[in-house]
């Protein structure tokens, strides 16, 4: 089974920052990749899909990156609502798909 | 709008059963595969279950396989999760999400809690 690793598994950030979250296969599995985000006692959002697409209607603020084993997912002004976690997904092995740890983006 | 409603959810016993449901709005139902994703308290999402838009192929993580069964009434517009010889590791909010090829999962369901416990 592929093995999704997400680093860090948290950290602070003040409103403003930049802040760059990776994701790490087990194997390759070329674009096939999802980010996620989640709110306390909400379901998961989906923010990016094909590793680099913006899913339609989420701020331009995220972008993602990457192919093959390592990923990044990058939120280049963090704002209030973006204080979540995020996951990554391969669905490389479709239609299972195998999700991060996750990383929890605390506020400084 | 794509709404996705899960119930059925609640306390069950070791070794006991449940059944959730997952009812759809908003697409046309019958033209789309579902999966199940569970999140045990705390922790990470799991992927559980997947059946084509009409049902000929199901898929199972290893953790719920021969236990669980996922399956749809395309007349009803819904989707379900059998479970049986439920664990205390079972335990776990349920979502129900719409597939999509390209995303995977792109709507979710606000989820149901089920709790194995004595």
């Known amino acids: 089974a592929i093995r999704m690793t997400q680093s860090p598994s948290s950290f602070s950030a003040s409103t403003g920052d930049r802040v760059t979250i990776t994701c790490r296969a087990s194997q390759g599995i070329s674009s096939y990749l999802a980010w996620y985000q989640q709110k306390p006692g909400k379901a998961p959002k989906l923010l990016i899909y094909a590793a680099s697409t913006l899913q339609s209607g989420v701020p331009s603020r995220f972008s993602g990156s990457g192919s093959g084993t390592d990923f990044t997912l990058t939120i280049s002004c963090l704002q209030s609502e973006d204080f979540a976690t995020y996951y990554c997904q391969q669905y490389y092995s479709y239609p299972e798909g195998t999700f991060g740890q996750g990383t929890k983006v605390e506020i400084k | 709008q794509v709404q996705l409603v899960e119930s059925g959810g609640g306390v069950v016993q070791p070794g006991g059963s449940l059944r959730l449901s997952c009812a759809a709005s908003?697409?046309?139902?019958?033209?789309?595969?579902m999966h199940w994703v569970r999140q045990a308290p705390g922790k990470g999402l799991e992927w559980v279950a997947f059946i084509r838009y009409d049902g000929s192929n199901k898929y199972y993580a290893d953790s719920v396989k021969g236990r669980f069964t996922i399956s749809r009434d395309n007349s009803k517009n819904t989707l379900y999760l059998q479970m049986n010889s439920l664990r205390a590791e079972d335990t776990a909010v349920y979502y129900c999400?719409?597939?999509?090829?390209?995303?995977?999962?792109?709507?979710w369901g606000q989820g149901t809690l089920v709790t194995v416990s004595s």
């Open positions: 999400a719409k597939d999509n090829p390209t995303t995977v999962h792109d709507y």
């Open positions: 908003g697409f046309t139902f019958s033209s789309y595969g």
